[in-house]
């Protein structure tokens, strides 16, 4: 609905189109990270590089949502002086505990026996959100051309099939489909090579993997949702660089699943629950879990008095170097969380995507310098495998696979594998299904009964979305699409008892009657957070997730 149709474009056309070297797909940290280190090769070679970053988000920052502890790894490659450069990066983990929850006691890991991937010592517990608006300053003082609020709609190919650039969304189209009196067709961005560094589940990273067929010598990628609230706390309660993981309850030994608390700055905690979306009973809901965690003796001690100050929730590639697709094909590259780099056994990946975002930038400037364009960025894929980012993806390649088995097994075979052989083993797990083939009929489960949220530790939906400054503009098509209205009702309720009701985690999808008392599905497309989960685990694969006019959704701050 959002593509304009060649009646648009013959109409109001046609459209305006930019040039440059380079154009990226995302301002996030790959994205960001990728244009900065095009123009500091561009300074230290002395050549001119035209490089331009498209972000859906209303400004930089606004949709980005992390756990977050960062391993400034990868940042200290980027830009080694950034702690001068004013970094946010201000708060050093201090301690580490890992806990394992019953549903009234705890019983702590000893940290001689915490792998490696558990300990985050020389790690700083960050705000995502804030350290993004940071690159993006970097990004801006080298030269780079930044357009917030301006989605990335479509893909654009060459002739010969090459990826030619993207173009953007079109703006003031009404709820209808129909252009209004304020309509505006998109504009083209040309390129010699696009960079694709949407995130998780990017709608046109997606695409390109169906086009070309990127993830067909590759496992399935699989996927969790991670949902967090920021609090501030009783200062007394307070321990900045503290850092908890837990795992167990609330969640059934079977379901891959665990929590984060991190002790921030200025009296805040960010308190966050993941939650594997390879779960199987259709009546688990992500959301009302977490709030069940924080009820939890060990979590509940440090909120009470508090104040929830911010909500998020987003869906994490969780696959690992198994599911990573091809990253290149003709015209273009996947970066970051849009191929899948995060490393889900330290619960990590933005250090990834500043990795991977040089890596793809270094290739693409060494194309531009010979006077390519449009072939395939070979270089990318080569200088990955030869990365410490590979080592580091290769020791924990079992690791999902490992704990998709159960808590117990997982546990122990992680611990095995990471702790006694240091990720050095000769044997390779691998996936099998996609997420949303997991789900089982309703009528072979048990209902969840979860209690009423009491609104000082647990809340609801609506209140929790409220706080998270989600926003869209209200006459415009719905984002969140369906390939067969039938399929809600006719399927998705008759047999799975209406998955899209709990998986989302902002209220959007609600099973409703109408006037004659029959059952329909209501999109309330406004409260979506593009957390990207019922593109995800949709048992039919009906729902489809495009890009809403520009600026829209979240507006994240301090997360």
Same mark, same amino acid.
């Given at each position: 609905?959002?593509?304009?149709?060649?009646?648009?474009?013959?109409?109001?056309?046609?459209?305006?189109?930019?040039?440059?070297?380079?154009?990226?797909?995302?301002?996030?940290?790959?994205?960001?990270?990728?244009?900065?280190?095009?123009?500091?090769?561009?300074?230290?070679?002395?050549?001119?590089?035209?490089?331009?970053?498209?972000?859906?988000?209303?400004?930089?920052?606004?949709?980005?949502?992390?756990?977050?502890?960062?391993?400034?790894?990868?940042?200290?490659?980027?830009?080694?002086?950034?702690?001068?450069?004013?970094?946010?990066?201000?708060?050093?983990?201090?301690?580490?505990?890992?806990?394992?929850?019953?549903?009234?006691?705890?019983?702590?890991?000893?940290?001689?026996?915490?792998?490696?991937?558990?300990?985050?010592?020389?790690?700083?517990?960050?705000?995502?959100?804030?350290?993004?608006?940071?690159?993006?300053?970097?990004?801006?003082?080298?030269?780079?051309?930044?357009?917030?609020?301006?989605?990335?709609?479509?893909?654009?190919?060459?002739?010969?099939?090459?990826?030619?650039?993207?173009?953007?969304?079109?703006?003031?189209?009404?709820?209808?489909?129909?252009?209004?009196?304020?309509?505006?067709?998109?504009?083209?961005?040309?390129?010699?090579?696009?960079?694709?560094?949407?995130?998780?589940?990017?709608?046109?990273?997606?695409?390109?993997?169906?086009?070309?067929?990127?993830?067909?010598?590759?496992?399935?990628?699989?996927?969790?949702?991670?949902?967090?609230?920021?609090?501030?706390?009783?200062?007394?309660?307070?321990?900045?660089?503290?850092?908890?993981?837990?795992?167990?309850?609330?969640?059934?030994?079977?379901?891959?699943?665990?929590?984060?608390?991190?002790?921030?700055?200025?009296?805040?905690?960010?308190?966050?629950?993941?939650?594997?979306?390879?779960?199987?009973?259709?009546?688990?809901?992500?959301?009302?879990?977490?709030?069940?965690?924080?009820?939890?003796?060990?979590?509940?001690?440090?909120?009470?008095?508090?104040?929830?100050?911010?909500?998020?929730?987003?869906?994490?590639?969780?696959?690992?170097?198994?599911?990573?697709?091809?990253?290149?094909?003709?015209?273009?590259?996947?970066?970051?969380?849009?191929?899948?780099?995060?490393?889900?056994?330290?619960?990590?990946?933005?250090?990834?995507?500043?990795?991977?975002?040089?890596?793809?930038?270094?290739?693409?400037?060494?194309?531009?310098?010979?006077?390519?364009?449009?072939?395939?960025?070979?270089?990318?894929?080569?200088?990955?495998?030869?990365?410490?980012?590979?080592?580091?993806?290769?020791?924990?390649?079992?690791?999902? &696979?490992?704990?998709?088995?159960? #808590?117990?097994?997982? /546990?122990?075979? =992680? %611990? $095995?594998?990471?702790?006694?052989?240091? @990720?050095?083993?000769?044997?390779?797990?691998?996936?099998?299904?996609?997420?949303?083939?997991?789900?089982?009929?309703?009528?072979?489960?048990?209902?969840?009964?979860?209690?009423?949220?009491?609104?000082?530790?647990?809340?609801?939906?609506?209140?929790?979305?409220?706080?998270?400054?989600?926003?869209?503009?209200?006459? &415009?098509?719905?984002?969140?699409? #369906?390939?067969?209205? /039938?399929?809600? =009702? %006719? $399927?998705?309720?008759?047999?799975?008892? @209406?998955?899209?009701?709990?998986?989302?985690?902002?209220?959007?999808?609600?099973?409703?009657?109408?006037?004659?008392?029959?059952?329909?599905?209501?999109?309330?497309?406004?409260?979506?957070?593009?957390?990207?989960?019922?593109?995800?685990?949709?048992?039919?694969?009906?729902?489809?997730?495009?890009?809403?006019?520009?600026?829209?959704?979240?507006?994240?701050?301090?997360?």
């Amino acid at each position: 609905m959002t593509r304009p149709s060649e009646t648009w474009i013959a109409q109001y056309g046609p459209r305006e189109s930019m040039e440059y070297d380079v154009v990226i797909v995302g301002g996030g940290p790959a994205g960001l990270s990728a244009a900065i280190r095009l123009k500091q090769l561009a300074a230290e070679k002395g050549a001119e590089i035209g490089v331009c970053v498209l972000e859906k988000g209303s400004e930089i920052g606004a949709h980005i949502l992390s756990g977050a502890v960062m391993d400034p790894r990868a940042l200290n490659e980027l830009i080694p002086d950034w702690k001068e450069q004013g970094a946010p990066l201000n708060v050093p983990v201090t301690e580490d505990k890992f806990l394992f929850l019953s549903e009234t006691g705890a019983k702590a890991v000893p940290n001689w026996a915490l792998p490696d991937n558990f300990k985050n010592h020389g790690n700083y517990v960050i705000s995502l959100a804030n350290v993004t608006r940071w690159l993006g300053q970097q990004a801006k003082a080298l030269g780079v051309e930044i357009f917030p609020g301006f989605p990335a709609a479509e893909v654009l190919y060459n002739d010969d099939g090459s990826v030619k650039g993207v173009a953007t969304g079109n703006m003031g189209v009404g709820k209808d489909g129909e252009p209004t009196e304020n309509f505006q067709l998109g504009m083209e961005l040309h390129a010699k090579y696009t960079l694709f560094c949407e995130g998780c589940r990017g709608h046109l990273g997606r695409q390109l993997n169906e086009k070309f067929k990127l993830g067909k010598d590759s496992d399935p990628q699989v996927y969790g949702i991670g949902i967090k609230e920021l609090w501030e706390i009783d200062p007394s309660k307070h321990q900045p660089g503290l850092v908890i993981h837990t795992a167990g309850w609330p969640l059934e030994s079977d379901t891959y699943g665990g929590s984060f608390l991190y002790h921030i700055d200025n009296n805040q905690v960010m308190v966050g629950f993941v939650v594997g979306l390879a779960y199987q009973n259709p009546y688990l809901s992500p959301f009302e879990e977490f709030q069940r965690y924080k009820t939890h003796p060990e979590i509940r001690k440090y909120l009470e008095g508090g104040k929830r100050v911010s909500y998020g929730a987003r869906a994490i590639t969780a696959g690992g170097l198994m599911s990573l697709p091809k990253l290149v094909f003709p015209g273009g590259a996947l970066v970051g969380d849009d191929a899948g780099f995060l490393n889900a056994s330290r619960i990590k990946g933005s250090h990834a995507a500043i990795k991977t975002g040089m890596l793809a930038a270094d290739a693409a400037f060494e194309a531009v310098q010979a006077g390519r364009q449009s072939d395939e960025l070979a270089a990318y894929p080569e200088a990955f495998k030869q990365s410490w980012l590979h080592t580091e993806l290769y020791k924990a390649r079992n690791f999902k &696979q490992w704990m998709s088995k159960g #808590l117990y097994l997982g /546990t122990l075979m =992680v %611990g $095995i594998e990471q702790k006694l052989l240091g @990720g050095n083993v000769p044997w390779t797990l691998h996936h099998q299904h996609r997420d949303h083939e997991m789900l089982k009929p309703a009528s072979q489960c048990k209902p969840i009964e979860y209690p009423k949220p009491d609104g000082k530790l647990t809340f609801d939906r609506l209140s929790s979305v409220f706080i998270s400054n989600t926003n869209h503009e209200e006459n &415009q098509p719905a984002h969140l699409t #369906l390939k067969d209205m /039938t399929v809600p =009702v %006719g $399927i998705n309720l008759a047999t799975y008892a @209406g998955p899209e009701a709990r998986f989302c985690p902002a209220g959007v999808y609600e099973f409703v009657k109408d006037d004659q008392e029959e059952d329909r599905l209501q999109i309330n497309a406004q409260n979506c957070v593009h957390c990207k989960t019922c593109d995800i685990k949709d048992p039919t694969q009906n729902i489809v997730w495009v890009t809403p006019e520009g600026g829209g959704g979240p507006n994240y701050s301090n997360v």
